[in-house]
Nanobody, 114 residues
């Protein structure tokens, strides 16, 4: 059974930074792909960032240059470093894993004030 536990969300002013963590159990973060999604109020859930087993990364266009996805294999944890945050980044952020079966974390709230 895969479990994903996010942490690190909070309230920050525009221009500030946060680092989200996704601690995984039941799978290793260095295999397959690990991703971050977000869902703002009244909007559909959208892809934010992904890191592959090879270390290759991909990002939503609007976060390129501001967000960085990384992983710590020893801690079996994936991170999302978010810099220069904007009010439009306000959302619940979810960790996502799919190795044949999809798993979601419970989400962590990020609120950016203007």
């Amino acid at each position: 059974q895969v479990q994903l536990v996010e942490s690190g969300g909070g309230l920050v002013q525009a221009g500030g930074s946060l680092r989200l963590s996704c601690a995984a159990s039941g799978r290793t973060v260095s295999s397959g792909a690990m991703s971050w999604f977000r869902q703002a109020p009244g909007k559909e859930r959208e892809f934010v960032a992904r890191i592959l087993w090879s270390g290759s990364t991909a990002y939503l266009d609007s976060v390129k240059g501001r967000f960085t996805i990384s992983r710590d294999n020893a801690k079996n944890t994936v991170y999302l470093q978010m810099n220069n945050l904007k009010p439009e980044d306000t959302a619940i952020y979810y960790c996502y894993s799919n190795l044949g079966t999809a798993y979601w974390g419970q989400g962590t709230q990020v609120t950016v004030s203007s």
